[in-house]
């Protein structure tokens, strides 16, 4: 026999043990992790379920309804005074609208005018977009200028 040979097989073995036990470890040690990971998340959904029952997260959650009923409350009355609509008014009715509402957008517009237009379709467009801001148009045409 060589030596060599011998030599060789020797090592070959050995590191054919050591990468088996080191594998076994491996595993082991995963097993463990999984198993750490499971309970943890078995304490995590107690936990979740005595925070649901917690008065205080009660309390949190009936303040955000009351709040969001609130709001709805004051869009819908925005609506009724005339916000969210792009809405052409007399001049009769300009003081009224003017003084009825905390802001307003008032475009007095000519009809022929392109620019007037341009205009017309932007703030139609933001009327949507802004409830706490009434938007409208007057007839700069027919505006009684002997005032």
Do not use: W
Not at 88 to 109: A, N, P, Q, R, W
Not at 124 to 147: N, V
């Amino acid at each position: 026999m060589d030596p060599n040979s011998v030599k060789s097989t020797l090592s070959n073995l050995a590191f054919e043990n050591v990468m088996a036990a080191a594998a076994r470890d491996y595993k082991k040690e995963m097993l463990a992790q999984e198993k750490a990971q499971s309970s943890t998340s078995v304490n995590q959904e107690v936990d979740l379920d005595e925070l649901m029952d917690h008065p205080e997260l009660e309390k949190l959650h009936a303040d955000r309804i009351a709040a969001l009923k609130k709001e709805a409350e004051k869009r819908e009355a925005l609506k009724r005074q005339g916000h969210g609509e792009y809405r052409e008014i007399s001049e009769g009715d300009f003081l009224g609208e003017v003084t009825g509402s905390e802001k307003v957008v008032c475009h007095f517009y000519h009809k022929e005018f392109y620019r007037c237009k341009v205009m017309d379709k932007h703030l139609k467009a933001l009327a949507s977009k802004h409830l706490d801001t009434k938007f409208i148009k007057l007839d700069a045409e027919k505006r009684d200028c002997s005032r």
